[in-house]
């Protein structure tokens, strides 16, 4: 039976052993065994060499289970709970899978200032009440040191309580196992393009695997694998394509063996240094004549390491969104929130998944991004993306 260790600010509660209990209660019906940070009773030390022998102890537990749960929602002021923040961060560390869960899962902004005074400040951003900048503005819901090394360790952050993220780690558990996976095929990965890829990229690399397949090519041809080629397309650009999109995300995208890529190595071609170099700044060009005077018809360039090709990348890209207002709807107005505008910009993380054999230098992928919406509120202010694969 694994074992999940219960991180979180929960042992300060005034009732928490029974709260820790039922959360190991409900491990035990998930089929795991919790591990609780007051589960060792310590009888022979106080003071500081009490609060050393817990440091001690909690550390072991972490050690011994097989994944952490942490609970990630704001712990007095607004952030999460420094104690487990070090939880998650050791648990990483030394290569537990971590989960967190936290009950709304909006930007970080966006929490922060319903928790604290704030008011704008000349640099763009919001400032506290003690002179800090709220400019973390990528998406994240908790810190991103936190948040990547939870998705870094091949977590998830979840919205929701501590069951619905139990819940989801058994679901992973389920859909891990190879027999699931043989009753689901990589269709994307059959025609060698990425999840999300529009009809138009699966309908070309269909074509371009046919001709080469085709039991009427004498050289090449193979029944076998032009019937497999054309299932993926029949259900990559058919009514089922939707139904198996959840389910290639929940099999294919919670694998551990795969590289994140840091910021750095992804460039979006249009920025004002990339233009400033080819002396595409001046006064008066459009942004479309920036464009053709650059010969660049790609968003940004993904750069991989030749170290990395044998292996899964995973790139996380900051895209701005529309976020309908979760106070109106979009449908007053008069509304505080949103000053009657309906939605509000913001930024939300695209997640690109790319299989070994889509590392291709040059490679350029067109993606539809209504593929990606991260929920029914959000969409991307953008509807195509176009990322090039570059090869260092």
Not at 40 to 64: F, P, R, V, W
Not at 166 to 177: A, M
Not at 288 to 308: A, N, Q, T, W
Request: charged share 25%.
């Amino acid at each position: 039976m694994k074992k999940i260790y219960l991180a979180g600010p929960d042992v300060f509660l005034p009732n928490a052993k029974f709260v820790l209990d039922s959360y190991k209660d409900l491990c035990s019906l998930h089929g795991f065994e919790g591990l609780s940070p007051i589960d060792t009773e310590i009888i022979d030390k106080t003071g500081i060499e009490l609060a050393k022998e817990i440091y001690q102890n909690n550390k072991k537990l972490i050690e011994k289970c097989d994944y952490v749960l942490a609970n990630c929602n704001f712990f007095r002021t607004a952030t999460v709970d420094d104690g487990t923040a070090w939880e998650i961060g050791y648990a990483c560390a030394i290569g537990k899978k971590v989960f967190g869960y936290i009950s709304q899962k909006l930007p970080l902004v966006d929490l922060v200032r319903s928790r604290i005074p704030t008011r704008p400040h000349e640099s763009g951003y919001l400032i506290d009440s003690d002179g800090y900048l709220l400019n973390e503005t990528f998406g994240n819901s908790i810190n991103l040191m936190l948040e990547f090394s939870i998705l870094e360790s091949g977590g998830e952050l979840i919205q929701g309580d501590f069951e619905t993220a139990l819940k989801r780690i058994k679901e992973l558990e389920e859909v891990s196992s190879m027999s699931y996976k043989l009753h689901a095929p990589d269709y994307y990965q059959i025609l060698n393009v990425p999840f999300g890829s529009s009809e138009e990229i699966i309908k070309k690399a269909y074509r371009d695997l046919a001709k080469i397949y085709h039991p009427d090519n004498q050289t090449t041809g193979d029944n076998d694998k032009f019937r497999e080629i054309t299932t993926a397309y029949k259900v990559l650009t058919g009514k089922s394509r939707l139904r198996y999109d959840q389910i290639h995300k929940k099999i294919y995208q919670s694998s551990q063996n795969f590289i994140v890529l840091p910021p750095s190595r992804i460039v979006y071609t249009s920025s004002l240094t990339n233009l400033a170099k080819k002396g595409l700044m001046r006064v008066g060009l459009r942004n479309r004549d920036r464009k053709f005077g650059s010969g660049i018809f790609h968003d940004l360039d993904i750069f991989v390491k030749k170290s990395e090709l044998n292996s899964t990348v995973i790139v996380n890209i900051p895209l701005v969104v529309r976020i309908l207002c979760p106070e109106c709807k979009g449908s007053n107005i008069h509304c505080e929130s949103c000053n009657g505008m309906g939605t509000y910009k913001g930024t939300r993380d695209l997640q690109l998944k790319f299989e070994p054999s889509m590392l291709i230098h040059k490679k350029i992928y067109e993606l539809n991004l209504s593929h990606f919406r991260p929920d029914k509120f959000v969409h991307f202010k953008k509807n195509t993306l176009k990322v090039q694969i570059q090869v260092l």
